[in-house]
T-cell receptor, first 115, second 113 residues
Framework: AQSVTQLGSHVSVSEGALVLLRCNYS??????LFWYVQYPNQGLQLLLK??????LVKGINGFEAEFKKSETSFHLTKPSAHMSDAAEYFC?????????????FGTGTQLKVEL | EPEVTQTPSHQVTQMGQEVILRCVPI?????FYWYRQILGQKVEFLVS????????KSEIFDDQFSVERPDGSNFTLKIRSTKLEDSAMYFC???????????FGPGTRLTVT
């Protein structure tokens, strides 16, 4: 069984401030972890992924995330927020045990960036 | 860059009608998925498909739902008799190997009236 918890359904930051979006996972086997971004009325775009290599993962648009097994966390950060980062962010977990390897998503965090 | 495409972008149907949502996955991908997102809620897994058969399905994917890969390029989701609660955005996704990420299409917004 696998699950994802995203703390904070809405996060608001000032432009130029640090972005921190929290994700904790539960998985019975070593997980693969993903962050997707969804802009209004659009599909899901992959930001970054963790697939058991380096624990600090860099993605697109200046985002990065760190896999911490001891904390079962995969928080998403960006040093300096930009207005264009305003979107909904979804953390997702997948288990590579064969079969379909579905993604299980968190409930999402809406990021608002203010001037 | 290869991408997953979905048609139509928006489908309006009456309750009880059958709908078919179409997806063209990335051409060399082997694993195919449908997810849905009810307005304001999280993305939920419906079904995965590999080697011409369903490999996993969720509780949502009941007898009213079916999937098919009719011609080696399209991947379809059929809802036999739509209900109001089927109104959602439906996303198709595909994956090349198990260790790659899933690539999502832009979605089909289904509105059941």
């Amino acid at each position: 069984a696998q699950s994802v918890t995203q703390l904070g359904s809405h996060v608001s930051v000032s432009e130029g401030a640090l972005v921190l979006l929290r994700c904790n996972y539960s998985s019975s086997v070593p997980p693969y972890l993903f962050w997707y971004v969804q802009y209004p009325n659009q599909g899901l775009q992959l930001l970054l992924k963790y697939t058991s290599a380096a624990t600090l993962v860099k993605g697109i648009n200046g985002f990065e995330a760190e896999f911490k097994k001891s904390e079962t966390s995969f928080h998403l950060t960006k040093p300096s927020a930009h207005m264009s980062d305003a979107a909904e962010y979804f953390c997702a977990v997948s288990q590579f045990t064969g079969g379909g390897n579905k993604l299980t998503f968190g409930t999402g965090t809406q990021l608002k960036v203010e001037l | 860059e290869p991408e997953v495409t979905q048609t139509p972008s928006h489908q309006v149907t009456q309750m009880g009608q059958e709908v078919i949502l179409r997806c063209v996955p990335i051409s060399n991908h082997l694993y195919f998925y449908w997810y849905r997102q009810i307005l304001g809620q999280k993305v939920e897994f419906l079904v995965s498909f590999y080697n011409n058969e369903i490999s996993e399905k969720s509780e949502i994917f009941d007898d009213q739902f079916s999937v098919e890969r009719p011609d080696g390029s399209n991947f379809t989701l059929k809802i036999r008799s739509t209900k109001l609660e089927d109104s959602a955005m439906y996303f198709c996704a595909s994956r090349g190997t198990l260790r790659e990420e899933q690539y999502f299409g832009p979605g089909t917004r289904l509105t059941v009236t």
